[in-house]
């Protein structure tokens, strides 16, 4: 049997919030590669790592491609550092760029680090340490904390996966408003959702396909199938040039950030999990427009949050009462609240305990504490103080999941169209 080795690259923390994108220079490099014959083995990656982590510009996000270990291998790594030297954003303070090149196999600790780096934070120290312990040749520019971001993206295994179809824009019009035919945007996405995803908020009347920052990119789309990106590519029109486009492998979409909690007590804050719990108050809305309730099991509460981007959903999370069984997706941000992204509702609670009410047809008030009812309008009173059980109808269905929209969806956050 033939063993093929391949040289892993990883790439991460190039950009800043006022241009460049990882995505770019990856497909830059995976060009200049080609050029020299070079060529990159399947797609590359996109990973999404941990939502909390402090230094992030944006989605967190770091890219990783593989090519054959031969002969061409130096040059394929002078290639990467040069580009990667000539177009990080190296004036903003938080742009500290990080490569790495790989060429064993990808062992079970290096897949469990790259779970850490969705889970956990991880020091630029702790990142080193552990690259050079596995045998990673390390690039730091700057301070280097996309080491920590390029050995995960390396290093995660993709048990579930989507892909993302990037285009880029022609230079000169970066920081220009993105000329985007919407129309043909929608109906990429009537025609090829739910292959595609994520293309439109309808209800937020929002293109979610389209950047709201400077970098390179003109348009993402996502979908769980390759072949379908070359038709959406086909459909949606622009009115500018399409400088390049490539097809990433990600784990976006995949719910891969969220752990299962047993209980509210396992949780800590800047995790994301899964967890079964019951309603204690009624939702709430605050100044500002965000919406908070609280929920509990055997070992605590916690507070849930519903803030004001997460809009429509707002309303859907309104309908939820004390006793309701739920069981949320999230996670526990900086408020030390749990940001809500979906919840599945287990058990409603379709009870409610009112006064009886008199033969009369008048509802009974409460004589007092413990002396029973009496009715105001015919006078009768009755001796046991039991409130009579109601059935009520709920807007909410046992079963069914409810998602934030389109519009204020984290990347790894898996839709319902996926579940
Ligand atoms: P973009 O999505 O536009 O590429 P970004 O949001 O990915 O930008 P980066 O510029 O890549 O932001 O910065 C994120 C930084 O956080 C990187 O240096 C990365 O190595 C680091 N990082 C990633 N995961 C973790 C983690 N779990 N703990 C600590 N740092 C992390």
Redesign the pocket.
């Given at each position: 049997m033939v063993i093929i080795n391949y040289l892993y690259i990883g790439i991460?923390?190039?950009?800043?919030p006022d241009g460049m994108?990882?995505?770019y220079l990856a497909c830059h490099i995976i060009r200049k590669l080609e050029e020299n014959d070079i060529d990159i083995v399947g797609y590359p990656r996109l990973i999404?790592?941990?939502p909390f982590?402090?230094?992030?510009?944006?989605?967190?996000?770091?890219?990783s491609f593989k090519i054959i270990n031969d002969e061409k291998a130096d040059l394929a790594k002078k290639i990467v550092l040069d580009e990667v030297s000539a177009l990080s954003m190296f004036d903003c303070d938080?742009?500290?760029p990080?490569v790495i090149f790989y060429d064993g196999e990808i062992t079970s600790e290096m897949e469990d680090y790259a779970f850490?780096?969705?889970?956990?934070?991880?020091?630029i120290d702790e990142?080193e340490e552990f690259g050079k312990s596995v045998g990673c040749e390390i690039h730091k520019f700057k301070k280097g904390?996309?080491?920590?971001?390029?050995i995960?993206a390396i290093s995660l295994p993709l048990s579930d996966y989507t892909y993302e179809l990037l285009t880029y824009r022609n230079p000169e019009n970066y920081g220009t408003k993105r000329q985007i035919d919407y129309d043909s945007v929608i109906k990429m996405d009537k025609e090829t959702f739910p292959d595609t995803f994520e293309n439109v908020d309808y209800a937020e009347n929002y293109i979610a396909i389209e950047p709201k920052t400077p970098?390179p990119v003109l348009y993402g789309i996502r979908s769980n199938d390759d072949l379908i990106l070359n038709k959406a590519l086909d459909i949606v029109k622009v009115n500018e040039p399409i400088d390049d486009y490539c097809i990433f492998l990600t784990n976006q979409h995949t719910d891969m950030h969220i752990q299962n909690a047993d209980n509210i007590s396992q949780m800590k804050q800047y995790g994301c999990y899964e967890i079964s719990v019951t309603v204690k108050d009624k939702p709430h809305v605050i100044d500002g427009g965000h919406m908070f309730f609280t929920v509990f099991d055997e070992t605590g509460e916690i507070e849930c949050a519903a803030y004001e981007p997460t809009k429509d959903f707002r309303a859907i999370v309104s309908h939820l009462r004390p006793g309701d069984i739920i069981k949320l997706y999230g996670g526990i941000g900086e408020q030390n609240t749990f940001n809500i992204e979906k919840f599945q509702v287990l058990e409603l609670n379709d009870i409610e305990y009112k006064n009886p009410v008199c033969e009369c047809g008048k509802r009974m008030t409460s004589a007092g504490k413990d002396k029973g009812f009496k009715c105001k309008k015919c006078g009768k009173r009755i001796k046991s103080s039991q409130k009579v059980s109601i059935k009520i109808d709920r807007f909410l269905n046992n079963g069914q999941f409810y998602e934030t929209p389109v519009s204020a969806r984290r990347h790894l956050s898996k839709p319902l169209c996926r579940m």
């Open positions: 991460d923390d190039t950009d800043s994108c990882t995505t999404r790592l941990n982590a402090r230094f992030k510009t944006r989605g967190n996000g770091g890219v938080n742009t500290n990080g850490r780096a969705i889970y956990e934070f991880i020091t990142a904390r996309g080491i920590i971001g390029s995960a970098c």
